[in-house]
């Protein structure tokens, strides 16, 4: 579960941090699996790496009690909007032994890596999970909407707007 809990200031943070719980489900390392604290952020500002939209990181233990970090990022390539389901729904991990920092990975070879990918049904089950806190049932649904429109906003931003001007300079045999 995705929680930012002062929706104002996710919003104006410009990593758009939230924290992350749940569970890590592999059967590798022992079944379902309790994440102890973790982050998520939406369209982080200044990425360096291939325009990472959304990148996560998350602390868990394996059965045994050993400590494993995991990050993950979600790429949006700028321009391609018929990418939009298959960039939002591909998940890149990497796992870590021991515990690390969100950026303490940069760099660094894990244990494993791999593709995450949801699917529709899946999908559509997560949307129901989506909740807001407030003392009352307008401040929890303008919350809500809030975030949904700041996430539409930042997948338009990607895929229309920053594809215009790459698309116009390479049609005039311009680059960037």
Not at 31 to 55: H, Q, S
Not at 63 to 91: I, N, S
Not at 157 to 169: F, I, N
Request: charged content about 25%.
């Amino acid at each position: 579960m995705v929680n930012a809990s002062n929706s104002r200031q996710f919003l104006v943070d410009p990593d758009h941090t939230a924290t992350l719980s749940g569970w890590v489900d592999c059967r590798a390392l022992g079944g379902r699996l309790v994440v102890e604290r973790g982050t998520c952020n939406f369209f982080p500002r200044g990425e360096p790496r291939r325009g990472a939209g959304l990148r996560y990181w998350l602390i868990f233990r394996d059965r045994a009690g050993t400590p494993f970090t995991l990050r993950g990022e979600k790429y949006l390539r700028a321009g391609a909007p018929g990418r939009v389901w298959v960039d939002t729904t591909t998940l890149y991990v990497r796992l870590f032994e021991g515990q690390m920092g969100p950026s303490e990975s940069d760099g660094q070879d894990g244990i494993a890596e791999g593709v995450v990918h949801i699917h529709p049904v899946a999908f559509a089950r997560q949307l129901t999970t989506f909740r807001s806190e407030g003392r009352s049932a307008g401040v929890r649904a303008r919350a809500l909407i809030g975030f949904l429109a700041f996430f539409i906003g930042g997948l338009w931003s990607a895929y229309v707007l920053d594809g215009r001007p790459r698309r116009a300079a390479r049609a005039r045999g311009e680059s960037r």
